[in-house]
């Protein structure tokens, strides 16, 4: 599923070693290894930033900060297209602005979400959603070992299996 948007529940769950983030773990693998990014706004990325700032503190977020751009993400920023889109979620089915700018990307990509977030069965029918698996093991968070990110970042480098 390379192409697909990601929401902040999905890289949290990564990042922090939640079972679900192994979905998300082998997305981004398989988004190196084909050279075909996976897709999140900024205003995603911002939630990241202020959930692990708050709940793990700065220095980890400086952490996560340089190694996020070894993973095959792409962020965009805001434009009026997808404003109105997300403006219209949020108008629709009261969901959370950030929420709400992930399925608009979604939308205005006519690709899959890929979240763990059940705020959004609501948008079944006006969005493709894929749910994370919580059937999987606890992993090691990936923002304390960043085992997963250099193998991500050496695939993309050589092209290489790890």
């Known amino acids: 599923m390379p192409g697909s948007v990601l929401d902040s529940h999905a890289l949290l769950a990564f990042l922090r070693g939640e079972p679900d983030g192994e979905t998300t773990r082998r997305l ?29 503190g700065d220095a980890l977020w400086q952490h996560i900060a340089r190694e996020l751009p070894a993973l095959p993400i792409t962020f965009h920023p805001v434009t009026r297209e997808l404003a109105d889109v997300a403006a219209d979620f949020e108008a629709r089915f009261s969901i959370s602005l950030a929420d709400a700018f992930a399925a608009a990307l979604a939308k205005t990509r006519n690709t899959d979400l ?26 090691p968070p990936v923002v304390r070992e960043s085992d997963v990110t250099y193998k991500i970042r050496r695939k993309r480098k050589t092209g290489k299996r790890t």
Do not use: C
Request: aromatic letters at 8%.
């Open 114 to 139: 890929v979240t763990g977030d059940h705020e959004f069965e609501m948008l079944k029918g006006e969005i493709n959603i894929h749910w994370l698996d919580k059937t999987s093991p606890n992993l």
């Open 28 to 56: 981004l693998e398989k988004s190196a290894e084909q050279d075909a990014p996976l897709h999140m706004t900024e205003v995603n990325y911002a939630e990241v930033q202020y959930i692990v700032r708050r709940k793990d």
